[in-house]
Structure formats: structure tokens, C-alpha cells
């Protein structure tokens, strides 16, 4: 009789087990699929380093891949084949992103503009985040040619009226595909107005929304967005709110303005408009019949001024919305102070009544105030 030590049979089972574990392989490679298991000199502790898993020609639902998230979170592998995996069009990815008051600067800027070439991503926010200059070339190269990016709000990133401009002038020459850009707070300025006004007059398909609000322009860049306007095909809300345009930069868009058949939202609040500005712009109105909200809001118009919009709305069909000061300029006699209220109730009762005849009414009557 021979006699095993504990060493001999700790052995001798781990072959049996061995030899059980292929066999239950060969039978399991029938159904066509397979199972490695690394060398025992890769084995440490029971912890396995994996160079590779091969899923080629398995179908992978959402359940397998919360399972092989899970995998993933303990081993680490080299390689993972998932050819032909059948992974599904829709699985869930990322589609919005808010890196707001975090430094864009160096490597971060570098590694964003890296995933943006290949992601799927739809919103983009980086409000605050000290873009201009490098990072905001870096950020550029990589959306001139991405083609999943919707919206891109970029406020308060001190960008300038040279560089970053210009920059951003040659995002809207190659890009058609974004649809929302906001630039408010920053310093893009008259002569960065220009860039802007020359990548948008090759935008045939694309860009839909544009924020300029609070940009340090003055009414000699309307002069650049006059040249524009006549031009533009798919622009549909402007803001330029927060910007000392004047009554001279009014004037500027006016006959741009009756033509351009794009705009359907302007957004003029705080931009010292008096009571000319206001003539100008009802004879904009009466002309055009596709602007749908023009925003006065903050501005010194007067009665003069409402006057000229109350009889600019018998005429006006699209306008359902034009924002007015909730609490209107004190004008110096009783007379001018009941004028003015009641060219007020004017406008409000032309703006529901277009919004009625387009049906753009809202279902809550408290919410269908045309004029504040």
C-alpha cells in the first residue's frame, strides 16, 4: 500500500479538478462558445490578470451589458472583442455634459476635444471655464468636424474680439450641424461681431439659435450684421440684448430686417431704444410678416414709440409676443400717463389675437400675456 502525503493529495485532486474543468469545456465548445482560463503563472492568489475577452458573434442586450459592467469593474483586460455583437443603436450614452466654472485649461481642454471627435454627445456646457485662447482653439479643431453636437453654451469665458473670434467665425464656416450657440457675457465686441457675421453667411443648414447677449456691442456692428441678415436662411432666435446698440443701431437693421425671411425671435432688451428706435422697428413689423416675439423690455419707449408698434400690429399678422416694461416710463401729464395704457392694452390684445389665428395660444389664459 502506498501512502500520499497532504501535499501529493492536494495534487492529485487539483488534476482531477482539472481534468473535470476540460471536459466540462469540450462539452460546452459544442454550443459554440469558449472559455480560457491564463496560466497558472499569472494566477495570484486566486486573482487572475485577463489579457483579452472575446464576445465576437454573441449578442449583447442591455442585460448582458450591465452584467459586463460589473465584470469589468474587478478584471482588467487588454483587449475586448465585440465584433458583431449585435449591440444595440440605441444603448444608453452620454448626451449632455455641464463642466461649468471648471478650468478648461492645458490637458482637460486637450482630453475634451480628444472624446468630442468620436462622441455622441448633444448638449455642451462650459459656462465659466477660461477658454479663450488656446483651449478654445484646441475645442474648435475638434467641433469643425464633429457632427453629433447640438448645442454649445459657452458664457462667461472672457472671449475676445480677436483670436476667439475668430476662432468661432470658423466653427460656423465648417460646422452645419449645431444648432444652439450661446456666447453671452463675454467680449466678442464689434470687430468680433464681424467674424461671426462671415462664418454665418456661409451657414446654409445649422445654426438656429445665436446668444450675443452682454457682448460689448455697439451700433457700429450692425453695420456687419446688416450685410448679414438679407442673407441668412436658417437663423431663427438672435439676442442681443444688454448691448448698447441705440437708436442709430436700430436703424442700421431696419430694411435688413423686412426682408430677412429667417428670424422668427429678436431679443432687444436693454439696449437703449427710445422712442425712434421703436418707429424704426414697427416699420419692420409691418413689413414683415415672420418675426413671432420681439423683446423691448428695459428700454425708454414712450408713447410716441408705442404708437407707432400699436398701428404696426393692425397690420402685423405673425407677432404674438413683444415684451414691453411691466412698469412703464412716468411721462408728465395725466393725459400722455392714459395714452399709454391704453396703447399698451392695444398691443397685448394684437398679439393674442395672432397668437389665436396661428394658434400659438396658450392652453392657461394667466400665461397668454403678449405684452408685459
Known amino acids: 500500500m502506498t501512502h500520499c502525503s497532504d501535499n501529493e493529495k492536494d495534487e492529485q485532486s487539483d488534476d482531477d479538478g482539472a481534468q473535470r474543468l476540460q471536459e466540462n469545456l469540450k462539452k460546452t465548445s459544442k454550443g459554440g462558445k469558449h472559455v480560457s482560463f491564463p496560466p497558472d503563472g499569472q494566477i495570484v492568489s486566486g486573482f487572475a490578470e485577463h489579457k483579452n475577452a472575446d464576445r465576437k458573434g454573441e449578442r449583447l442586450d442591455h442585460r448582458s451589458c450591465e452584467a459586463l459592467e460589473v465584470v469589468l469593474k474587478s478584471l482588467h483586460f487588454d483587449f475586448i472583442n465585440l465584433q458583431a455583437a449585435q449591440l444595440e443603436e440605441n444603448s444608453v450614452c452620454l448626451s449632455r455634459l455641464d463642466v461649468c466654472n471648471v478650468p478648461m485649461v492645458d490637458y482637460p481642454a486637450l482630453a475634451l476635444s480628444k472624446a468630442l471627435l468620436t462622441s455622441r454627445l448633444t448638449v455642451l456646457h462650459l459656462h465659466n471655464a477660461q477658454l479663450s485662447g488656446m483651449p478654445l482653439y484646441t475645442l474648435v479643431g475638434a467641433l469643425k468636424v464633429n457632427r453629433a453636437l447640438r448645442e454649445l453654451h459657452l458664457t462667461n469665458n472672457l472671449l475676445n474680439s480677436y483670436q476667439d473670434a475668430l476662432q468661432l467665425g470658423d466653427l460656423l464656416r465648417y460646422n452645419t450641424t449645431l444648432r444652439t450657440l450661446e456666447l453671452s457675457r463675454n467680449a466678442v465686441a464689434d470687430a468680433g461681431l464681424e467674424e461671426l457675421c462671415d462664418g454665418l453667411r456661409r451657414q446654409t443648414a445649422g445654426l438656429k439659435l445665436l446668444l450675443l447677449r452682454n457682448n460689448q456691442i455697439t451700433a457700429k ?109 412716468e411721462e408728465q401729464d395725466q393725459f400722455l400717463m392714459e395714452t399709454q395704457t391704453r396703447l399698451r392694452s392695444e398691443i397685448r390684445q394684437s398679439c393674442l389675437a395672432n397668437a389665436r389665428r396661428l394658434s400659438r395660444l396658450p392652453t392657461d389664459p394667466s400665461e397668454a400675456d403678449g405684452a408685459r
Open 221 to 329: 456692428g450692425m453695420v456687419h450684421l446688416a450685410k448679414t441678415l438679407p442673407l441668412l436662411k436658417v437663423l431663427q432666435v438672435l439676442d442681443l440684448a444688454e448691448n448698447v446698440l441705440g437708436d442709430e443701431g436700430v436703424q442700421d437693421l431696419r430694411t435688413p430686417l423686412m426682408v430677412n425671411c429667417s428670424l422668427l425671435q429678436l431679443g432687444l432688451a436693454q439696449t437703449n431704444i427710445t422712442c425712434e428706435g421703436a418707429v424704426a422697428l414697427a416699420e419692420v413689423l409691418a413689413e414683415n410678416c415672420h418675426i413671432q416675439r420681439l423683446d423691448l423690455s428695459q428700454n425708454p419707449v414712450r408713447v410716441g414709440g408705442l404708437m407707432a408698434l400699436s398701428l404696426a400690429l393692425r397690420i402685423n399678422c405673425s407677432l404674438d409676443s413683444l415684451d414691453l416694461d411691466q412698469v412703464p416710463p
